[in-house]
Every structure is written in structure tokens, then in C-alpha cells.
């Protein structure tokens, strides 16, 4: 009896420390979080625990906080679609590599992870600014008379969260593309398709699920990213991370800078849940 006892509760003990941690350092936080953005604060008293809707009245109601969020979301989709034009035909032209070239190339793609998004951020800094290498390159060969404006500006943004976050679409189409049949593509040759056609309909529609998955995060971290906006877009460029860093930090208005968060996080719920939902009954029989 009391060894199908232990069986039975093999897997809730096993899953135990993991859920104890993720409820401890994960759950309870956001849930802190999201109870300080009801509190009062007031300049000279501070934080009031006292519950109140002034402060998510404010980021509702107030063009300041709209504009942030908008500039939030429009530099997550602008990488995002850039991450999968130029992530996934990279991933199909790594998958039908040699396995050595495969492994060596692979290696390139995984390489800037293991680098500090802050130092591949600053040196960015150095290559976009007015007198940087992009700059004077253009400048040697006569495209540009004037330096373009990079640095604190959305395009500069987008470019290096392209750069830091490309990585992790290529792994998800990659992860998805060795999960398909190689002689499918020469069954579509045989039968007469092009190459843009077994592209569009053969190959294409089986690695949504890799596309989705790596649209996600990049879509999530692209839009909750600090380091990179903060360095490159400045003080002049705010978006919601930083936000609700000056929040937190300069002004010391944490239930405001909690409201910002907590906007941020349901959010990102609310689009990467929808689009999942919407691509997954288009593509219903993929998914199955």
C-alpha cells in the first residue's frame, strides 16, 4: 500500500522544490507588484498603503503614458517581423547544411548569448554614433555628406534589439525544421513544384509552430527590454522598462512605476495569448 502511495505521489514530489521556487521567486512577486500599484504616494508622505485607482487612472488616462506604450509596442513588432525575415530563411539554409558547417555556424548564431546584452549594446553605441564606424563608412564612400541619426532614435532601438534577440527566432524555426521530412521537398520537385512554391506551401506552413514559438519570445523580450533602449534610445526615448525604471528609481513613485509594470506584463499576456490562439486555428492541423 504505501509503495503505491509513494507512486502515486512520485510526480508532486518531484515537481515540488521546482513549483516552491517559481511560487517564491516568480508568483509572489508579481502578485506584491501588482498590490503596490493600488497603494497612495505622495511626495512628502511616500508610499501610503491605502487603496486607491489614482495611479492606473493616470496611465490610462494620461497621453504621456499612451505614447510610451505605443513606441513600446511598435519597436516589439517592427523587431519582431525583421527577426522573422531575415531569421527564418537563415534557419532553413542552416538546416540544409553539412553537419560540420551546420555545427561551426551554429556555434556563430548561439555565440552572442554568451555575451553580456549591456556590452553588445555599448558597442553598438560605439558603431551607430555620428562619428562611428557605420557613420564614417558611408561617409568614405560618398552615400552620405552628413552623419545619420542613430543613437536615440527608434531605428538605432530596432537595429540593436534585432542583433540581440535574432538568436532565439533562429533556434525556434531551426528546432521546428528538424522535425520535417527532407524527401517532402523532393517528392514537390518531382511532381513539378517550384522552389518558391514548395517554400510557400510545403515547407512554410509546417514550421509555424517554430515561428510562433520564436515570435513570442522575441515579440516579450523585445518589449520588456532595458538595457538596450536605456543605452541607445537615452532619456529622450523612454519606453516601458525604462519607465518604470525612472519610476521606481528617480522619482521614487512605486506604485506608479507597479501600475506601469503590471500594464506591461497583462499586456504582453493578452497579445502573445491572442496570437497564439488566432495562429493555432489557421494552422489548426500543424498544431495536432
Same mark, same amino acid.
Given at each position: ?34 498590490? &503596490? ?58 538546416? @540544409? ?15 552572442? &548569448? ?28 560618398? &552615400? ?104 521606481? &528609481? ?26 497564439? @490562439? ?11
Amino acid at each position: 500500500m504505501s509503495v503505491a502511495v509513494t507512486e502515486r505521489n512520485a510526480p508532486f514530489l518531484l515537481t515540488g522544490p521546482a513549483l516552491l521556487v517559481f511560487l517564491g521567486l516568480v508568483i509572489i512577486p508579481l502578485g506584491m507588484t501588482v498590490l &503596490l500599484s493600488f497603494y497612495d504616494w505622495g511626495q512628502y508622505k511616500g508610499i501610503v498603503p491605502e487603496f486607491t485607482l489614482k495611479n492606473w487612472i493616470e496611465v490610462f488616462t494620461d497621453s504621456y503614458f499612451f505614447e510610451i506604450f505605443m513606441r513600446t509596442f511598435r519597436i516589439a513588432i517592427l523587431v519582431t517581423l525583421a527577426s522573422i525575415l531575415i531569421g527564418v530563411p537563415e534557419a532553413y539554409i542552416l538546416n @540544409r547544411m553539412a553537419p560540420v558547417w551546420r555545427s561551426a555556424f551554429l556555434l556563430v548564431v548561439i555565440g552572442p &548569448l554568451l555575451v553580456s546584452v549591456v556590452a553588445r549594446t555599448l558597442g553598438w553605441a560605439l558603431l551607430l554614433g555620428s562619428t562611428g564606424l557605420v557613420n564614417q563608412g558611408l561617409i568614405a564612400l560618398g &552615400l552620405i555628406t552628413t552623419p545619420l541619426e542613430f543613437m536615440f532614435t527608434e531605428t538605432g532601438v530596432v537595429i540593436v534589439l534585432i542583433h540581440v534577440l535574432i538568436p532565439f527566432m533562429i533556434l525556434a524555426v531551426w528546432a521546428s525544421l528538424q522535425r520535417l521530412d527532407p524527401q517532402i521537398e523532393n517528392a514537390a520537385l518531382s511532381l513539378g513544384a517550384s522552389r518558391l512554391t514548395i517554400w510557400r506551401r510545403v515547407i512554410l506552413p509546417q514550421i509555424v509552430p517554430g515561428i510562433l514559438s520564436g515570435s513570442i519570445i522575441v515579440f516579450s523580450l523585445a518589449a520588456s527590454a532595458f538595457a538596450s533602449p536605456a543605452i541607445i534610445g537615452g532619456r529622450r526615448l523612454k519606453v516601458a522598462a525604462t519607465l518604470a525604471y525612472d519610476e521606481f &528609481l528617480n522619482t521614487l513613485n512605486w506604485p506608479l512605476g507597479a501600475a506601469v509594470a503590471s500594464l506591461l506584463l497583462l499586456a504582453l499576456v493578452l497579445i502573445t495569448v491572442g496570437s497564439n @490562439r488566432l495562429i493555432e486555428r489557421r494552422y489548426a492541423q500543424v498544431f495536432e
